[in-house]
T-cell receptor, first 118, second 112 residues
């Protein structure tokens, strides 16, 4: 299993500012992801955080808006840049852990960062 | 297009009663299906994961079923408790990909 912590747990920000969210995992993991969950919606994958290289972004998400760092196998940050009220959401860090000799993969989620942009 | 649909969208039951949540998917080629529980303001927590060859899996009072032929899954909750109030999300992954396809969830409320 994997235990994931995120900081901050919640924040209220002014439009035009930026917020960096930290994700810490209690063990080394290869695959780490960032998701967004808008109010009343399910989770949407923002990007895969790659250790030692640039993150892989999903359609509709760009590096200038959501820069991601992954300096090692236990830590990553997601920055929400130049925020607008539409960025109000829960941002979740997630890791995938391979089990069963590679036969299955379990994905664990952090507690989330609840962001409100005024 | 790979999609996961859940029903009902929301459900209210009385404490102690049973309930069943449904999930239909069109993901292909299928790899596995997971059910997650998400408490309000928290991240999702895995309940069960099933591969193509598994048609039922239990985790305490939660029992998930999978029919890979009809591409349907259900999550049955027995003797519901107030702490079962949460969103339940069906998630399917396709073979040879790390990406998960999320359903929109069923919001369950258990009342005393």
């Amino acid at each position: 299993s994997a235990v994931i912590s995120q900081k901050p747990s919640r924040d209220i920000c002014q439009r035009g500012t930026s917020l960096t969210i930290q994700c810490q995992v209690d063990s080394q993991v290869t695959m780490m992801f960032w998701y967004r969950q808008q109010p009343g919606q399910s989770l949407t994958l923002i990007a895969t955080a790659n250790q030692g290289s640039e993150a892989t972004y999903e359609s509709g998400f760009v590096i200038d808006k959501f820069p991601i760092s992954r300096p090692n196998l236990t830590f990553s940050t997601l920055t929400v840049s130049n925020m607008s009220p539409e960025d109000s959401s829960i941002y979740l860090c997630s890791v995938a852990v391979i089990a069963g000799g590679g036969l299955s993969q379990t994905q664990y989620f952090g507690p989330g960062t609840r962001l409100l942009v005024l | 297009k790979n999609q996961v649909e859940q029903s009902p969208q929301s459900l209210i039951i009385l404490e102690g009663k049973n309930c069943t949540l449904q999930c239909n998917y069109t993901v292909s080629p299928f790899s596995n299906l997971r059910w997650y529980k998400q408490d309000t303001g928290r991240g999702p927590v895995s309940l069960t994961i099933m591969t193509f060859s598994e048609n039922t899996k239990s985790n305490g009072r939660y029992t998930a079923t999978l029919d890979a032929d009809t591409k349907q899954s259900s999550l049955h909750i027995t003797a519901s408790q107030l702490s079962d109030s949460a969103s339940y999300i069906c998630v399917v992954s396709a073979r040879n990909t790390d990406k998960l396809i999320f359903g929109t969830g069923t919001r369950l409320q258990v009342f005393p």
